[in-house]
Structure formats: C-alpha cells, structure tokens
C-alpha cells in the first residue's frame, strides 16, 4: 500500500497543478469579459415594458431620428447608451442616433408638473426648428405606459424615447431633478446643462442660440 501511493503522488501533484492552472487562466480572462459585456442593456423586445402597440400608436409620437449615413459619431458621452424609442419600443443608441446634427434633450416624467407646463414649448419650437436641430423627449422613469399616456393627454408629438434607469442624466452630469435640458452639438460633445424650465418658446431659442449656434 504504502509503495503505490508514493508512486502516486507525482501523478497526484500534476493533476493539482493542471486544476491550479486552469483556474488561474479562467479568472485571467474574466475582467476583459466582463469589461466587453459592460454598459448599458438595450431592450430587446418592444414588448418587454408589457406597452401594446396600441398604446404605442394612441400617443402618436413621431418615429426617432434614424442615424445620418455620412455621419459617424466621435466622441460624446451619449454613444452606445442604450434606450428604447416610445414610438415602436425599438431599441436605440442614443448616441449614434443623434449624430451629425445639433439636438436637445428634454428630460422629464409623468409626474413632473414643471415638465408639463414646458413641453408644449419644446413642441412649438421644434417646429419652428424643422431640420436644423432635433428635439427629443427623455422619459426618466420606468413608467413608460404613464409616459405615453401624459404626451398624449398634453397633444405632444415629439421623438421620445425611455430611458427607466435616468441613464442620460447620470453620463451628462445632470442632477436628480426634472425637467433638464441637454444641449449636443453635431459631434456629440455636450455644449451645455440646462438644470430649469424654458419659460417659453423664446427662452428655448435664445438658449439654443447662444449654446448652439443655431438660430431659428
């Protein structure tokens, strides 16, 4: 007995070392995994907030923006944040939707009363803007249903998109409050914050003005 098991323990030792050798290439690799996986989830379904299609098209919102096929986004911390567009619940990259034209972002939620009383403005001046610049709603809340319901209720039209996580707010800065402005240039640098409510069409066209420099 005593004889086979010192023949065995080289034998044993090499298993060991194979075990050790391969957990150690294992947890080697797994943060360039992880790293790869990272950042936000873009919807898979737009299905998966349970908003019907009916609901989707109930409020009317207009399609969001599809990306310039000349353009590429460079820089900006909107690229590769993933939300969903409250027209058809498609997933979105902010960022490269957004690229190669100047845009502001409401961000807002249903139960923000100061982002009532705004948003009818944004809808007034993103008409007046035509192309020159887009104007998208941000939904900062998970609610999308309840979203869909208050544009409804308020007539407005805009692109929006969901965005349940408040994750624009955090890459941008802003703080834990609604409404806010964000101002992007055509690059996808962020010109500017605006932590208030636009008090008009006028304010939101001189704003966009000085920030911008896109007079409309």
């Known amino acids: ?30 943060p360039r995994e992880s790293s790869r996986t990272a950042g936000p989830v ?55 939707a957004l690229a190669g034209r100047p845009a502001l972002l409401n961000l807002w939620a249903y139960w923000c009363g100061p982002c009532a009383v705004e948003l009818p403005h944004l809808q007034e001046f993103a008409q007046r803007a035509g192309s020159e610049l887009t104007v998208m709603t941000v939904h900062s809340d998970p609610d999308e249903a309840k979203a869909l ?24 800065g802003a703080p834990a409050v609604l409404p806010v402005s964000v101002l992007v240039r055509a690059d996808g640098t962020i010109a500017s914050v605006e932590v208030r409510t636009f008090a008009d069409v006028t304010d939101i066209a001189d704003t966009v003005s000085a920030k911008l420099g896109v007079t409309v």
């Not at 007995?1 to 391969?22: C, D, F, N, Y």
């Not at 019907?52 to 969001?64: I, N």
């Open 149 to 172: 319901s208050r544009l409804a209720g308020l007539g407005i039209t805009l692109p929006g998109v969901e965005d349940p996580q408040a994750a624009v707010r955090g890459v941008v």
């Open 1 to 30: 007995m005593s004889g086979s098991s010192v023949l065995g323990r080289p034998a044993v030792r090499w298993v060991l070392a194979a075990v050790i050798l391969v957990l150690a290439a294992t947890v080697a690799l797994w």
């Open 42 to 96: 873009v919807p898979t379904s737009p299905r998966a907030s349970g908003v019907s299609p009916e609901q989707r098209a109930a409020a009317g919102s207009a399609p969001c923006p599809p990306p310039m096929p000349t353009f590429a986004p460079v820089s900006g911390p909107l690229v590769g944040l993933g939300v969903s567009c409250l027209a058809d619940g498609e997933p979105v990259d902010l960022g490269v």
